[in-house]
């Protein structure tokens, strides 16, 4: 899809009839096509975008027109996009608009005004770059206002501007970390992440318990929150929990830029408590997430919502409320966004089978099959982990409805694609452990032996502090052992 179809695609009912209003006020001729052209690209009226022209050699006349209509869409858009946006960010940013056209009309007076109304609500919503153009007019016009302490000026302005020089240290930080966890999760780099992290934040002179607003906390969780799951391992994390309840706690102004941010910290945390099997807790975060995502008349409730679901899913899944799981599950993936981001979409549709594996549903097999892509797409654009995961999850499936060869296919051909990648990142536990449901496919009597199940066990005595799905998975492994329902053995292997 090019960039003038994604745009028109962002535009809703309203938006259309504005732009069409828009286009026909800047037309001042009547044999002007851009609206015409508007209107098949919305329809996407491939056979009559060719007849738009009569002459078929006339390309550069409709390149032109795209170019046109596309500068209009882009100026329209965002015109648009700041005249309806209500944030107190742009309330700010509008009084610091109208103070400029105040002082050059010598309104000296009034414009001050506006830039101390400016400030204060720059101030409460923390918004340093803000601050920083706030008080660099007031210092600039600063000679039309001999009432103004210039002193004080400059040491606000000086203060705000270390301020926002370490959030864009701490913002370089986390664009850095993040093109590097791209290079580990989706391209299989091996690094020491924690090294890496401690390196580049030393290089920047910023640490990773600066906690300056809602999107420094979000970038912070962020990172810290990939690296527990790189690590498996989430009691990594901890320290940065109670940092976060304590900073959302001394809030009470949310703006709509915030907003985003704030349903995000919300749910890194519900993510970091439910990995560390603290479900009651976890459950009273994400209530406070759909409280946020329903505000300002559910802005950003698609855009979570499938993440919402997956984390509620879960908690109900490793509680012991498979049932309920599965319906929310179920429920979710049928009632998709428009524009569900692929990545949750396939996160709740693993889980999912996950649930049904569990049970030895064959259901299951409904779900695994839409996983249509092959293990490079799934790597490129989900990560080596979560796909690793996905093929071991399908081995487990086909072990449990007995089918043996798919097993042992599958089995075969996660070894020759990933045994080097997972000795690379010193993950031997995951290739022992596919060792061992390979025995146990070849032979599935051998269970019974002692030692299979001493195998089982000091995989998961090798980490006290092991991540909920690496034990999900040890726990499948072990009711066989034990021959037990691996639900009920999962469920207890959850509350030691």
């Known amino acids: 899809m090019n960039a003038l179809s994604e745009i028109i695609n962002l535009m809703n009912t309203e938006d259309n009839k504005a732009f069409m209003a828009y286009l026909k006020k800047k037309n001042t001729?009547?044999?002007?096509?851009?609206?015409?052209?508007?209107?098949?690209?919305?329809?996407?009226?491939?056979?009559?975008?060719n007849n738009l022209y009569s002459d078929k050699n006339n390309n550069d006349a409709y390149h032109a027109l795209r170019k046109r209509l596309y500068d209009n869409l882009v100026l329209f858009m965002a015109n648009r996009t700041f005249e309806n946006n209500t944030g107190e960010a742009h309330d700010v940013l509008r009084l610091l608009v109208v103070s400029r056209l105040f002082l050059e009309h010598k309104l000296t007076k009034t414009a001050f005004k506006c830039l101390t109304k400016a400030e204060v609500k720059a101030i409460t919503l923390e918004h340093f770059n803000l601050l920083n153009e706030i008080y660099h007019t007031q210092i600039q016009y600063a000679h039309l206002n001999p009432a103004l302490d210039l002193n004080i000026v400059i040491e606000k302005f000086t203060a705000n501007t270390l301020n926002m020089h370490r959030e864009e240290q701490?913002?370089?930080g986390y664009a850095?970390?993040?093109?590097?966890?791209?290079?580990?999760?989706?391209?299989?780099?091996?690094?020491?992440?924690?090294?890496?992290?401690?390196?580049?934040?030393q290089k920047l002179g910023v640490s990773l318990n600066d906690v300056l607003t809602y999107k420094s906390l979000y970038q912070i969780l962020f990172i810290a929150n990939e690296y527990a799951t790189l690590n498996s391992n989430y009691s990594l994390v901890e320290p940065f929990v109670q940092k976060s309840y304590a900073f959302i706690s001394g809030k009470t102004n949310t703006d709509n830029s915030q907003l985003y941010y704030h349903i995000y910290i919300l749910y890194f945390m519900a993510n970091i408590h439910f990995r560390n099997r603290r479900f009651t807790e976890s459950e009273a975060y994400l209530d406070k997430m759909l409280e946020q995502?329903?505000?300002?008349?559910?802005?950003?409730?698609?855009?979570?919502?499938?993440?919402?679901?997956?984390?509620v899913a879960l908690?109900?899944?490793?509680?012991?409320?498979?049932?309920?799981?599965?319906t929310i599950a179920e429920k979710a993936?049928?009632?998709?966004?428009?524009k569900a981001d692929p990545v949750d979409e396939n996160d709740l549709r693993a889980c999912l089978a996950m649930f049904l594996v569990q049970q030895n549903n064959s259901t299951a097999l409904k779900y695994m099959a839409q996983f249509t892509y092959t293990d490079s797409w799934y790597e490129k654009k989900l990560g080596m982990i979560w796909t690793i995961r996905k093929n071991l999850l399908e081995i487990l499936m086909h072990t449990g409805l007995e089918n043996t060869e798919l097993a042992l296919s599958?089995?075969?051909?996660?070894?020759?694609?990933?045994?080097?990648?997972?000795?690379?990142?010193?993950?031997d536990r995951v290739t022992?452990?596919?060792?061992?449901?390979?025995?146990?496919?070849?032979?599935?009597?051998?269970?019974?032996?002692?030692?299979?199940?001493?195998?089982?066990?000091?995989?998961?005595?090798?980490?006290?502090?092991?991540?909920?799905?690496?034990?999900?998975?040890?726990?499948?492994?072990?009711?066989?052992?034990?021959?037990?329902?691996?639900?009920?053995?999962?469920?207890?292997?959850?509350?030691?």
Do not use: C
């Not at 993936?333 to 428009?338: A, H, I, V, Y």
């Open 293 to 311: 995502m329903l505000l300002q008349n559910k802005r950003y409730y698609q855009r979570f919502s499938l993440r919402y679901f997956l984390l």
């Open 432 to 496: 022992n452990f596919a060792l061992l449901v390979e025995r146990y496919i070849l032979k599935s009597e051998i269970a019974a032996q002692p030692a299979f199940k001493h195998g089982i066990l000091a995989l998961l005595d090798a980490d006290a502090k092991q991540d909920i799905f690496v034990v999900s998975f040890l726990a499948w492994l072990l009711a066989k052992a034990e021959k037990k329902p691996v639900y009920e053995v999962t469920i207890r292997l959850m509350q030691e």
């Open 333 to 338: 993936l049928k009632e998709l966004p428009k």
């Open 410 to 427: 599958r089995i075969k051909n996660f070894k020759r694609r990933y045994k080097k990648y997972l000795a690379e990142v010193k993950e």
């Open 29 to 49: 001729r009547d044999d002007v096509k851009n609206t015409k052209l508007f209107k098949l690209l919305k329809t996407d009226d491939i056979n009559s975008l």
């Open 170 to 172: 701490l913002n370089l």
């Open 315 to 326: 908690n109900k899944n490793f509680s012991g409320d498979a049932t309920t799981a599965i």
């Open 176 to 201: 850095l970390l993040r093109r590097e966890l791209a290079e580990i999760q989706l391209k299989g780099k091996v690094i020491d992440f924690r090294e890496f992290i401690m390196g580049t934040m």
